[in-house]
């Protein structure tokens, strides 16, 4: 290694430069991210929220739902766009979307709690759309089940700590910086738009997608292959099916039935290629612990089950997926088509 | 933990650096770095820490035993009882999947039951690297080349210190000894340089070069049937590049985390793409590794001392273990075996003068010939080694422009980096305000992009 200078003094300048510059740009950034909070995640709200946060919107959206809903779908990002009108028609109940993004069961159970208890509501049927990686034995729950911070008191344990460095870390990172510049962006070019759209009914709107769609632009090649790339580090720690997150699903069951409430699980559908792409990361094993743990539950509670993991299980085509795990509407129909026409009318 | 995850920069080193400067008595600070380093383990998984105790436990014993008697049989008798705990450490938690599922393999193909339980084994991370460092210490004292470690406590240090604990460089224990008996009091602001300039080249490597290579090589290595001659290739490249940034830029953090403590840790890379034949390749490849495998393997075995033949046969035994060493797949031993056969026609085309004058020739033949030899390394079976190979020699056709210009650059940029810019060795550091602030915005990028960054390549060996 050549050293310039072997003399101690002329490096003292270079050790405090380096540090106060990093400690400057570090603080500048954090600052940045946490008054801009691009998507509502620390209590200071002075620019307008770019992103708003499922849980928060769909308790406020719940709250003043009018009529009160008789049915509620629980689920992930996945279900957000399954249309409670379409709910509506199959099972002539008024339905309400409550799925929320990375939505697991202790979402679902803290959501039904909070629905029963602190808003009264007494839905007759309760639609589940579960993910494999909902199960994850590893991943502790997300932070947005802060936001907002009456859903949490409804949580088993309180991992606060951890939320806590996660929302400070949070705040030095590229995307946390970047939504905050677009926010910024944004508001000086006069958008006040959110990004995405949320009907009162709890459904949500990917517009940009959409957009993809009607113009024809959707490429779905990249995005299975930003999915594999994004859910295969997950799989790797994903060793086995949560006893906890099990107990989670069990115990809103378990609700629902105290409250004489019909529920029914669905596991959504996954791209056939990230299934492929997965399974060297032990996707296969994972999908089979979590559907034989759901029979399981099912059968003990009497929980009608629905696997529609792959598209063929419910006649759909793959050309509906909008990247490796989302999919439009027309998969809803044929799902609701296998899930309501005898039970429609038991449930009225 | 991991190097680049903000609970290591924000958390993990700032306090471990404030408890060994502050403390002054030495034991308390060796014993602040051992618990500091234990942390820095257990954090992945802590149910692997006593394993690593024992070991270290069984080779000081063994070495103290060793410097304590003049006897040859009892020397040897305990050089062979720690080479052995070492040994089965390895095989058990390394091999025996391996083993296991070979035996049954072959007792299924003619026709008889599995005759081998398979257990579900978890590797212990950086098994590979500790027991190294071990057997070197006995290896080492045996043959009278150091003395044994002063305590318990130091040796314990010195196996764990979390810099190299994980991924290496392989520290020997005569590298350590001196700098041990004459700990520093007091971080020099020079000494405080390197470390920044190493650990920040090393991460920003990792983060800003590698990692944006990973997505792409990895959703090609996980394509079933690879298509085209073109993509083949870029990808082989792509990840030649990605191995070479992580693993270098691992062990540049390492560097500068060691400058940090005030010590100093040997060069493990040296311009590896740059280097023109295979045998120089390995001068400049993983160079603890290699001149490791040379101490402890090839020059006890004969070195090339003794005939031709027995030259070829030591260098093909060599790499054969160097390759097994990797990992516990017959790819890694089939590409240990590739890199000893380069060696032994290496070896006999320069005896007889078969050597071509062009550097830029032999820079490209070589770099070719280990670019091959990765695919075998990064496949995860001889099948998906194969396709890959016949896709890249044109057995599925040309195929279409790749359809990320983005990668294409970023392949061509650190290509440029490997191929003709100075290691981090070689720069000259200057005590310049401009690098000050070009470290410091390097240093930002890769904290923003750390929450996309994945684990160390060569932490799985």
Redo the contacts between chains.
Sequence with gaps: ??????V????????R??LG??FC??TL?GALNYVVNPDGTYRLRIVPQLLWGARAQKLSLLSSAHPAPQALILGSSRVMNLAPADLQRATGLVAFNAGVDVGRPEDFYVLLRYAVERLHLRPRLIVIGVDIEAFHNHEPPHYYLEQPTELTPFLWTQPNPHWR?GKF??L????E?RTSLLALYRIASGHRDLIARTDSDGLTHWDGWDRQIASGNLEL??SI??T??RF??RYDDYTGVSAQRLEYLRATLDIAHQIGSQAIIFVTPTHPLVE??LQ?HGYASRKAEVLAALQNISEQTKTPFYDFSSPQEFGGEVSHFIDGVHHDGTFYELMEARMFPARARAIQ | MLFNS??FL?AFLPVTLAGWWLVRRSEVRFAWLTIASYVFYGWWNWRFLPLMIASTTVDYIAGAKIAATENLRTRRGWLVASLSFNLALLAFFKYYGLFASTINQASSDFGFRAAVPVLNIILPIGISFYTFNSMSYTIDIYRGLVRPAKSLLHYSAFVALFPHLIAGPIVRYSDIETQFHALKTKL???E???G?YFFVIGLSKKVLIADRLA??V??FF?L?HPTGLVNSWLAVLGYSLQLYFDFSGYSDMAVGLAHFLGLQFPQNFNSPYQAENIADFWRRWHISLSTWLRDYLFIPLGGSRLSNARTALNLTVTMFLGGLWHGANWTFVVWGLYHGVLLVIHAVARERGWTLRSSICNRSLTFIAIMLGWVLFRA?SFGGATRILASMFGRTGLGSVP?SPLYVGWVAGAAAIAFFAPNT?????????I???S???L??GS??????A?PFLYFQF
């Design positions: 290694m050549k050293l310039a200078s072997p101690a003094s002329e490096w003292k300048p270079f050790v430069v380096f510059s990093v740009a570090l950034v460095w870390t949070k030095f990172t590229y995307d910086t090649g990249p292959r930003d594999i790339s295969a580090p492929a792409g060297p | 903000y609970v924000f020099g602001s020079q405080a340089s390197l920044i997505r792409p990895n959703e996980a079933a995860e359809d060795w070689q720069i000259e550091f200057k005590p310049r305000l690098y000050a602030y470290l410091a915005a240093f930002l904290v923003l992009m750390l929450s996309g994945s």
